[in-house]
């Protein structure tokens, strides 16, 4: 089981060795950081972050329960009260040794019951990159579906990468939650 605790400063070294090269730099993070990570680099990501009653950006380390061990990292941000919505992003299950072992739900699935019940959010959505089938189907397996893809939309090299855009609506995870709790 996967529990999110608030990211800190603390968690900064853990991070920028988990990210260690370019590429996944920006896999995870799109064009928000300078490659390497740095402390100094990473410090106005989480000002303001984590607060209940301004609600802007919620980030977290994502631990396991069982060995209290930190195994991933995951944020909301966009937060619109207004719309009721808010975005998952930089999504990273931290040692690629991990993968494939359902901590990438465990955090998603985390993430959408604080946006959901503790938010009170209408919508989440993400994107993520058409290459990462692995994110992709973690994605589909929470409950998110594809609504359209942005072409081309990040240089990389000398190609471009495509995102394909998911979201997921609070009466389809409450949806999936019923389902759940059923006796099989």
Request: hydrophobic share 40%; charged share 30%.
């Amino acid at each position: 089981m996967i529990k999110l605790e608030p990211f800190t400063t603390d968690d900064f070294t853990q991070l920028m060795e988990w990210v260690d090269d370019e590429r996944l730099m920006k896999e995870w993070s799109g064009s928000m950081f300078s490659f390497p990570l740095s402390e100094s680099g990473l410090a106005w990501y989480v000002e303001g972050a984590n607060n209940m009653h301004d609600p802007d950006v919620f980030i977290y380390k994502a631990v396991d329960a069982k060995t209290g061990v930190t195994v991933g990292h995951i944020s909301l941000g966009g937060i619109s009260e207004r719309d009721r919505a808010g975005r998952i992003t930089r999504v990273l299950v931290g040692n690629s040794s991990e993968r494939r072992r359902g901590i990438c739900q465990g955090m998603v699935r985390a993430l959408l019951r604080i946006g959901f019940e503790d938010l009170k959010l209408h919508r989440i959505s993400l994107g993520v990159y058409d290459f990462n089938h692995a994110a992709i189907n973690c994605y589909l397996k929470c409950g998110f579906r594809e609504e359209g893809r942005l072409r081309d939309v990040v240089r990389h090299g000398d190609g471009y990468w495509t995102l394909v855009e998911m979201g997921i609506l609070e009466d389809e995870w409450r949806a999936l939650q019923h389902r759940a709790s059923k006796p099989a």
